[in-house]
């Protein structure tokens, strides 16, 4: 069964579209990326599958529920952690309290030490800075903590936005390979434009093009593709 399946949706901002009749789906334990270039839609396709985003037209379901209507904070109590592109980590603070306002559901409250020492365990660098300020790590750092803030509410689906943004490759692409290993026990779907990590990790990807999907496939299956190959691969011919 799918995990998450978009289905129709047609989103944006104050009544004018973004998304024209996006579906999408979502299996467990796999990880989905959403590629496109710049205004393509992507963001405003995660924020709508949290609930940031008006949804005109359509559905969204969750592990076989409309959550369409649902508050943001109704979604993360059901399972879904989003880690927005701009992190929204609070820097006076430590890396400890970000971690402990991630927990702030009432299922994800009662595992918090749990939670607490998966994260660490997970990215030990959290561990070792874990009473240094957030706003003084640096950017890697502050992408581990934004993407651990995100687990420690226990999601079932983890959604990421352009976590390479201001990262240096070989940083994006070590954090991509811990991800790999996050999927035998959730799924993940993420927005990237750096589609060369996004095809190094995703098992099927979705290419948007002026809020339309307008292709999808595995990495092998849209490598192969020629439109692919010439708008985002750089191969010509
Ligand atoms: N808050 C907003 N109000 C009005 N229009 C918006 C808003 N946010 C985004 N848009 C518009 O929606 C379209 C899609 O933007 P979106 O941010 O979803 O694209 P994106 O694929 O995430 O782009 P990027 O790769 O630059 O992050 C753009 O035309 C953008 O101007
Ligand atoms: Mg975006």
Redesign the pocket.
């Known amino acids: 069964m799918d995990l998450l399946a978009v289905e129709g949706l047609r989103a ?3 009544g ?1 579209n ?2 024209w009749d996006v579906d999408l789906n979502v299996k467990k334990n796999t990880i989905v990326s ?1 590629i ?12 709508a599958i949290m609930g940031f ?1 008006e949804v005109n037209k359509g559905e969204i379901i969750f592990n076989g529920n409309k959550i369409t209507h649902l508050k943001p904070q109704e979604r993360v109590g059901l399972g879904i952690a989003y880690v927005p ?1 701009e992190r929204e980590l609070f820097p006076e603070m430590t890396v400890e309290d970000n971690l402990m306002l991630g927990a702030y559901t009432p299922r994800a409250r009662k595992h918090l030490r749990e939670s607490l020492s998966q994260v660490y365990e997970f990215f030990p660098i959290l561990s070792e800075r874990r009473n240094q300020l957030a706003g003084t790590m640096s950017g890697g750092e502050q992408q581990m903590l934004a993407i651990g803030r995100a687990l420690m509410s226990r999601p079932e689906l983890l959604i990421l ?2 976590l390479s943004t201001g990262l240096a490759p070989a940083i994006t692409l070590r954090i991509y390979r811990k991800l790999e290993g996050l999927s035998e026990r959730m799924t993940v779907l993420l ?1 990237e ?1 750096n589609i060369h990590q996004a095809f190094m990790v995703s098992d099927y990807i979705y290419v ?1 093009e002026n ?1 339309k999907i307008i292709a999808s496939g595995s990495p092998d299956e849209l490598s192969e593709s020629s439109l692919i190959k010439s708008a985002y691969l750089g191969v010509k011919g």
């Open positions: 944006g901002y104050k004018l973004v998304l959403v496109g270039s710049n205004g393509s839609g992507k963001t405003t396709l995660l924020n985003v592109s936005d352009e927005a434009q948007m809020g």
